[in-house]
């Protein structure tokens, strides 16, 4: 399109993880621009502050992560040692991106549905009560998963 307002693949993308992506690709383009980005194309900026705009192009080949992998690795062997290392070195305890999804859906497909807190529960059980229906039977629950 040559409309603006019709672009939208120009916005961030994935919530606060695509804001994340966003930011870290505008630093990169700060940093090697030498420019801070929000002054871009503006005249408010130091004296001898570049004033035009940074790009920063990155461009991946897909076949550079289809293979020729160290030790002859797999993509997915190659991944997994990635991770170990980044798990690593007194970052055993970190948490990857969509790691607490990944133990969230573990949880409820081992409890055979949705988990939910006491405190939840308690609030069910006001809701039926003001739309005149039953508390729930918190013994058929199962607990502690």
Same mark, same amino acid.
């Given at each position: 399109t040559t409309d603006p307002n019709e672009v939208a693949a120009?916005?961030?993308? =994935?919530?606060?993880?695509?804001?994340?992506?966003?930011?870290? /690709?505008e630093l990169t383009a700060a940093y090697i621009g030498g420019s801070l980005p929000t002054i871009r194309g503006t005249e408010n900026t130091i004296e001898g502050e570049k004033t035009t705009s940074s790009f920063f192009f990155q461009v991946i080949?897909?076949?550079?992560?289809? $293979? #020729?992998?160290?030790?002859?690795?797999?993509?997915?062997? /190659?991944?997994?040692?990635?991770?170990?290392?980044?798990? =690593?070195?007194? /970052?055993? /305890?970190?948490?990857?991106? =969509?790691?607490?999804?990944?133990?969230?859906?573990?949880? #409820?497909?081992?409890? $055979? =549905?949705?988990?939910?807190?006491?405190?939840?529960?308690?609030?069910?059980d006001e809701m039926a009560e003001k739309l005149g229906h039953a508390k729930l039977t918190r013994k058929d629950l199962p607990e502690g998963l």
């Open positions: 120009l916005l961030p993308f =994935g919530r606060h993880k695509g804001y994340g992506l966003s930011l870290v /690709n080949h897909p076949d550079a992560m289809a $293979g #020729s992998f160290a030790k002859a690795g797999t993509q997915k062997s /190659n991944v997994k040692r990635v991770v170990e290392d980044i798990l =690593g070195h007194g /970052n055993e /305890n970190c948490i990857l991106p =969509g790691e607490l999804e990944a133990r969230g859906a573990e949880r #409820s497909e081992k409890a $055979g =549905g949705l988990i939910f807190s006491s405190a939840e529960l308690d609030e069910f």
